[in-house]
């Protein structure tokens, strides 16, 4: 299993922190067997807000989509081969 996460000082007031403390902002964690498997599957991962209705749907988009840019940036980096890269497992 691979984790990877982020985290930032806790905000108190504009500009400041409270010391001593964390906050979690990102969490990715992937098991072998999915990146494994990831390779036999089509090179295409598609996001969509078709299931977002109603009065806030653009301001929940943009919510959703934050959460999703890390996700994908974390599936290249750790799930897909790059250009020159060899598979060592």
Not at 1 to 17: A, D, N, R, S, V
Not at 32 to 46: A, L
Request: proline letters at 3%.
């Amino acid at each position: 299993m691979f984790i990877e996460k982020e985290i930032l000082p806790m905000p108190l007031q504009e500009g400041e922190t409270i010391e001593g403390f964390m906050k979690s902002h990102h969490l990715f964690w992937i098991f072998r067997p999915c990146i494994d498997g990831f390779q036999y599957g089509k090179s295409v991962v598609q996001v969509d807000g078709i299931w977002l209705y109603g009065k806030y749907k653009g301001a929940l988009l943009v919510i959703v989509a934050q959460a999703w840019i890390s996700f994908l940036k974390n599936l290249k980096r750790h799930v897909t081969l790059q250009d020159g890269q060899i598979d060592m497992s």
